[in-house]
């Protein structure tokens, strides 16, 4: 049940006695995490929580951390395919020509297939 608003922060309390819980919530979760819990406890606790400001679904830093994610899977990503590259001519597993036509066909790829979703999306 709802009973205050704190700096834009919509706060909920369930149950009416015993010691307060207070449930916090990590990114990218809302007060939403804690219904399975507030069903067990609330009998025996009261129960608070409430949804941080800025991780209502679709708000900024929502939107902000969305694109951190996915940059930071990119950057990872393409890290870990130059190592995978350096290490085949290393080992000797492969010749350097063969690793760099690959990694040219792979991005000339990736590139079409980004050029579509992007066609696609507008």
């Known amino acids: 049940m709802k009973i205050a608003n704190v700096d834009e922060a919509e706060v909920f309390a369930d149950g009416d006695r015993g010691p307060v819980v207070l449930m916090l919530h990590g990114w990218p979760d809302t007060r939403l995490l804690w219904e399975a819990q507030v069903a067990a406890l609330s009998e025996r606790f009261r129960c608070v929580r409430f949804t941080l400001p800025g991780f209502e679904a679709g708000s ?3 939107q902000l951390h969305s694109r951190r994610c996915s940059r930071y899977i990119l950057a990872v990503s393409t890290a870990l395919t ?14 350097t020509s063969h690793v760099l036509v690959g990694r040219a066909f792979v991005t000339a790829w990736a590139m079409a297939w980004l050029i579509l979703a992007r066609r696609t999306a507008a």
């Open 60 to 62: 900024r830093r929502e």
């Open 82 to 95: 130059l190592l995978v590259g350096v290490s085949r001519i290393m080992f000797g597993v492969h010749w």
